[in-house]
């Protein structure tokens, strides 16, 4: 499967700023996605990121509030803006592995907001 | 309504016991369905995909009821490395946006 690593591992960031997080692949993926998992609860579909275009948003997220950058097919990032105690969270990025239409994730960043 | 529900558990189980539990999916349009296992602070990570005709991979089985809109897993021999969260994941034909349960815990003691 695709080696898929983030930046930062883990943050603790005030609340009124912003905070951006990068996903790396190794192999050139179509599909790369960003979830959240807010603590003691399971994954959340924040965004789809699209090479070369806007992300596409699930209900419930913005993009003013998490826009998305997506500039090849090996890289994004998500940025979380304004951020308050409630942003506080699990993020992780996924990517699909075809054929198989697996779905994998990287270790994610653990982001407290203060 | 939940897309996917599962039983939290906990399940508490001796090594070497069997232990099985199911998930329900409220989409009836849902195509492809996996169990992930998520350890403590760490990323999900696939245990694998499940088939119409269920499928075995060592010591886990899955199995699918389309009629009744159910995914099952089950452990033989438990390890105390089993011990997790497993989490039922659907999704649609041809969209590869996933739809989490919230996860059963499974503790596995010696």
């Known amino acids: 499967s695709a080696v898929i690593s983030q930046k930062p591992s883990r943050d603790i960031c005030q609340r009124g700023t912003s905070l951006t997080i990068q996903c790396q692949v190794d192999s050139q993926v179509t599909m790369m996605f960003w979830y959240r998992q807010q603590p003691g609860q399971s994954l959340t579909l924040i965004a789809t990121a699209n090479q070369g275009s806007e992300a596409t948003y699930e209900s419930g997220f913005v993009i003013d509030k998490f826009p998305i950058s997506r500039p090849n097919l090996t890289f994004s990032t998500l940025t979380v803006s304004n951020m308050s105690p409630e942003d506080s969270s699990i993020y992780l990025c996924s990517v699909v592995q075809v054929p198989g239409n697996e779905q994998f994730f990287g270790p994610g960043t653990r982001l407290t907001v203060l | 309504r939940k897309e996917v529900e599962q039983d939290p558990g906990p399940f508490n189980v001796p090594e070497g016991a069997t232990v099985a539990f199911n998930c329900t999916y409220s989409n009836s349009a849902s195509q492809s369905f996996f169990w992930y296992r998520q350890d403590c602070r760490k990323e999900p990570k696939l245990l694998m995909s499940?088939?119409?005709s269920g499928n075995e991979d060592g010591r886990f089985t899955a199995q699918l009821n389309r009629a009744s809109q159910y995914i099952s897993l089950l452990i033989r021999d438990s390890k105390l490395s089993d011990s997790a969260t497993y989490l039922c994941v659907v999704n649609e034909v041809g969209d590869y946006k996933l739809s989490f349960g919230a996860g059963t815990t499974v503790t596995v003691r010696a």
């Open positions: 499940v088939y119409s």
